[in-house]
């Protein structure tokens, strides 16, 4: 028999709320989450914006030891999964411990910390170096620390595919459930790529929007005007629970997760190959494991990342595998609003997914003021809009020519 | 030197993060203050930059107590 995996809890951590509720509203508004990095003084750099969390107040809930030990994005990914138990209503002396994994994906790591520790290599020498950094830095600490945060002794691991680490990380845990090597698994992506050094690479390679007079206009998916991605930092963890464990508690099922599609593009390191294929391959994989027609999916949250080719090429994969239905889906970016989360923006892309088909609800793109030619589908320019949706479709890609494609449905009896 | 027990004791208040109470001149820096090798490790680089100062590794797996590291500084510090 096969087993079903549905999703019973979500967290984030995001520049528009720590909260799924505060995080949903705002998008549903369609605030921007984009401002001028405070975080350290910017003016040297030719990007000074992001989506920057202002005043993460981890040690509200967690002890400041910890918060010593972990990079930020490893506090991002605690809170969140803190947040997505709780959510779930997970009773940690009543669920199997052994049968529950964790796979928190990243793209960076704690480069923050890198960062930190290599100028004290410069400036001071060996015996400068914290013992610290590389515990703190290796992108599989978020999964390490949930864990041992929880007490979970399944599954655990990291998956690093650049901004496609979110979404791999939740469709590999989906197949450990479906295969039978876990009941429950804690999974998402975390990334705090917010740093001097990290911003100047992607400026110096021309992926980043360097509108710094407007910030909250800069991130503009399929605009005529877009000129890059903005970057932005977060979390966002799912529960993933095979069905028959989250009937048995009397769980709430925000949907079922259904498909999963991986693909390389095998053309470039950084841009995306120019003819969609890559991109169609993953969603056409995810399509047939989630055994749907095209025309049973009425929303797809897209990887958009604002930048010319990615939105492009989105586009022309979008329609290659829907044809005529094309016109008729929702296709929205929640990047024109919190920026490109990296590692992160699959996880936390895919709970908007889950939240929009639980709630029928589809937050707009926002500042797509000129829709670029051949940007002809229906983007959900200004306005949220409400409507049934039953199928719903989750698209990453990432430098390297990694691409991940999700595939959630309504929750139909069990 | 009659501070040097207050100096040390600040350093693991800030360090290890727990009260200051408990630092004792038997207090054990695993069994009673929490600490992991990762926290005494960084705790002895503290040390070290503070005083001037390099404990070689030999010494400081002896260092096992809050009185044996302030005793050893004494010692240290009275020499160089």
């Known amino acids: 028999m096969t087993r079903r995996v549905v999703v019973t809890g979500l967290g984030v951590v995001s520049s528009l709320g720590l909260s799924i509720k505060e995080f949903f509203e705002n998008l549903l508004q369609g605030k921007s989450g984009v401002s001028r990095i405070t975080r350290f003084d910017p003016a040297n750099l030719e990007v000074q914006f992001a989506g920057e969390i202002k005043n993460f107040p981890f040690t509200d809930r967690f002890d400041i030891k910890l918060q010593r030990r972990t990079d930020r994005f490893t506090q991002y990914a605690l809170w969140a999964s803190l947040s997505a138990v709780e959510d779930a209503g997970i009773d940690l002396n009543k669920i199997d411990k052994n049968r529950t994994g964790v796979i928190i994906g990243s793209g960076m790591g704690g480069i923050e910390t890198w960062e930190i520790e290599h100028i004290k290599f410069l400036q001071g020498g060996p015996k400068k170096v914290s013992p610290l950094l590389v515990p703190m830095m290796i992108p599989d600490m978020a999964s390490g620390q949930v864990s041992i945060y929880f007490g979970f002794k399944g599954p655990n691991f990291c998956i690093t595919s650049a901004c496609a680490s979110g979404a791999h990380a939740i469709g590999e845990a989906f197949r450990l459930i479906k295969s039978g090597d876990a009941d429950l698994i804690v999974t998402g992506g975390s990334e705090a790529p917010i740093t001097g050094y990290c911003i100047s690479s992607f400026a110096n390679m021309g992926a980043l929007s360097k509108r710094n007079d407007e910030p909250e206009k800069a991130s503009r998916p399929f605009d005529k005007d877009r000129n890059g991605f903005v970057l932005g930092e977060g979390c966002g963890v799912v529960i993933l629970e095979e069905l028959s464990s989250a009937l048995k508690r009397n769980a709430k099922i925000y949907c079922e997760i259904c498909g999963y599609g991986a693909s390389a593009d095998a053309f470039h390191i950084t841009a995306p190959d120019e003819t969609g294929e890559g991109a169609y391959l993953a969603m056409a994989n995810a399509l047939k494991e989630a055994n749907l027609s095209p025309h049973d999916i009425d929303y797809v949250n897209a990887h958009g990342t604002s930048t010319k080719l990615n939105d492009k090429i989105e586009v022309m994969a979008i329609k290659k595998l829907f044809k005529e239905h094309s016109y008729k889906l929702l296709v929205n970016s929640t990047k024109s609003m919190v920026g490109h989360l990296l590692g992160g923006a699959g996880a936390i892309e895919f709970v908007v997914t889950c939240l929009s088909v639980f709630h029928n609800k589809v937050h707009p793109t926002i500042n797509l003021d000129n829709p670029d030619e051949g940007m002809d589908l229906d983007f959900v320019r200004f306005q949220m809009r409400e409507k049934e949706i039953f199928g719903a479709m989750n698209n990453s890609f990432g430098f390297g020519g990694h691409n991940a494609c999700l595939i959630v449905k309504k929750f139909v009896g069990g | ?80």
């Open chain 2, 1 to 80: 030197m009659a501070n040097l027990f207050e100096e040390v004791k600040n350093m693991i208040v800030e360090k290890l993060h727990v009260t200051p109470e408990k630092i004792t001149e038997d207090a054990h820096f695993i069994n009673d203050l929490g600490a992991d090798s990762l926290d005494i490790t960084t705790l002895l680089m503290e040390v070290n930059e503070k005083y001037g100062i390099d404990i070689p590794d030999e010494d400081a797996q002896k260092l096992d107590t809050v009185g044996k590291l302030v005793g050893y500084l004494k010692e240290k510090l009275g020499k160089e």
